[in-house]
C-alpha cells in the first residue's frame, strides 16, 4: 500500500481558537458555511445569530450549564441553536425527531432539559410531555422558513410543508432577528461538559455520552487534519442527521473547523444528491460526501 503524505500543519492557523465557536467568530471573511437548498449564510451571520441566540436563552433564565434540548432535523436552525448554547456554556442535548412519547419523555426527563427548540410540526408531541418535564423556555421553528424561494436543489414535499402557528412557544427567528442585546460574557473550560449524545438504545433505552469541548476540536482536529486533510477549498454535503454524533461531526463541526463550505440536506435525498454531485467535477469522499472541484471558497459558477 502506498504511504500517505502527511497533511502540511504549518498552513493551518488556529491560533486563539480554542472552542467550537472560535471557528465561527473568525471563519473565512466572504466564506459561505451553509448551503440550504439555495439558501446561503455567512461566517458572519452565523455568529451573528448564535449570538442572538445565546442572548435569547439568557434572556429566557437559561445558564451556564444548563441543558438545552435541540428537537429538529437537519436545517439551520440547528446550526444557530448549536453554537448559541455552547457559547453560553450550555449543554447541547439532540433529540430523534422520529421520537415517540416515552422516547422524548425519557430523555428530557434524564438530561434535566431546561429548555427546548423544536420543529413546528414536532410541537404537538412537545404539547404532551411539557408539563412532565422541566421545560420553561420552548421556542419553535420551520424547515419552511428557511427555505429560498427558487430552490437549487430537488426539496422533498415533507420538507415544504407550510409553517405551523404555535402560540403556545416562542418563534424563534423573528425573535433573533429582534435580539439587541449581548449574549452575557461566560467563563466555559475545555473540559466543561458541551453535549449528551445519546446512543440508540438497542440494548435497552438510549444512554447519554458526555463531550466536552475539547472532545469536538480534538476529534476535529485529528479527523480534518490527519485523515481527510479537509481545508476551506473543500465543498462538503451531510445529509447524515445531525442529532446524531456523526452528523454532529461532519454537519456541523468539521466543517467550520476548516472554513469550508457545507451543503446541507434536510435528510438523505438521492435525487438531491445527484443533483449536487453533477454541479461539481470530482469524486466525493468521507462519510458525508466531500468534493474539490472548481468551486473553492464560496462556490461561484456552478449551481449549488
Not at 423573528?174 to 473540559?191: H, K, N, Q, R, Y
Not at 465543498?235 to 447524515?240: A, E, G, P
Request: hydrophobic share 45%; with cysteine.
Amino acid at each position: 500500500m502506498g504511504q500517505k503524505t502527511p497533511m502540511d500543519m504549518s498552513k493551518l492557523d488556529h491560533r486563539h481558537r480554542n472552542y467550537p465557536w472560535d471557528y465561527v467568530r473568525e471563519g473565512v471573511p466572504g466564506q459561505l458555511p451553509i448551503i440550504f437548498y439555495g439558501t446561503t449564510i455567512s461566517y458572519a451571520e452565523l455568529n451573528r445569530l448564535s449570538d442572538a441566540f445565546a442572548a435569547l436563552l439568557a434572556q429566557h433564565g437559561v445558564g451556564q450549564g444548563d441543558r438545552v434540548a435541540v428537537f429538529l432535523p437537519n436545517c439551520p436552525q440547528f446550526h444557530i441553536a448549536f453554537f448559541g448554547l455552547l457559547k453560553l456554556g450550555c449543554v447541547h442535548v439532540p433529540v430523534n425527531p422520529m421520537f415517540k412519547e416515552h422516547e422524548l419523555l425519557y430523555e428530557l426527563e434524564d438530561t434535566g432539559a431546561v429548555a427546548m427548540v423544536a420543529q413546528d410540526q414536532l410541537m404537538p408531541l412537545v404539547r404532551i410531555v411539557l408539563p412532565r418535564t422541566r421545560l420553561h423556555a420552548v421556542f419553535a421553528t420551520s424547515l419552511a422558513e428557511m427555505l429560498p424561494a427558487e430552490p437549487t436543489l430537488p426539496i422533498l414535499a415533507s420538507i415544504q410543508e407550510a409553517r405551523l402557528d404555535c402560540p403556545d412557544a416562542i418563534d424563534l427567528l423573528p425573535s433573533l432577528a429582534a435580539m439587541t442585546a449581548a449574549p452575557p460574557a461566560v467563563a466555559v473550560g475545555l473540559d466543561d461538559v458541551a453535549a449528551l449524545n445519546y446512543t440508540g438504545g438497542t440494548t435497552g433505552m438510549p444512554k447519554g455520552c458526555a463531550h466536552t469541548q475539547r472532545d469536538m476540536i480534538y476529534t476535529a482536529a485529528t479527523t480534518c487534519t490527519c485523515a481527510n486533510g479537509s481545508t476551506a477549498d473543500d465543498v462538503m454535503l451531510n445529509f447524515h442527521p445531525v442529532f446524531w454524533i456523526a452528523g454532529e461531526n461532519f454537519g456541523l463541526v468539521f466543517p467550520v473547523f476548516c472554513g469550508a463550505t457545507l451543503v446541507l440536506l434536510a435528510r438523505w435525498d438521492p435525487l438531491a444528491w445527484m443533483s449536487r454531485r453533477a454541479a461539481l467535477p470530482g469524486h466525493p469522499r468521507g462519510a458525508s460526501g466531500r468534493q474539490r472541484g472548481r468551486c473553492h471558497g464560496p462556490p461561484r459558477g456552478c449551481e449549488l
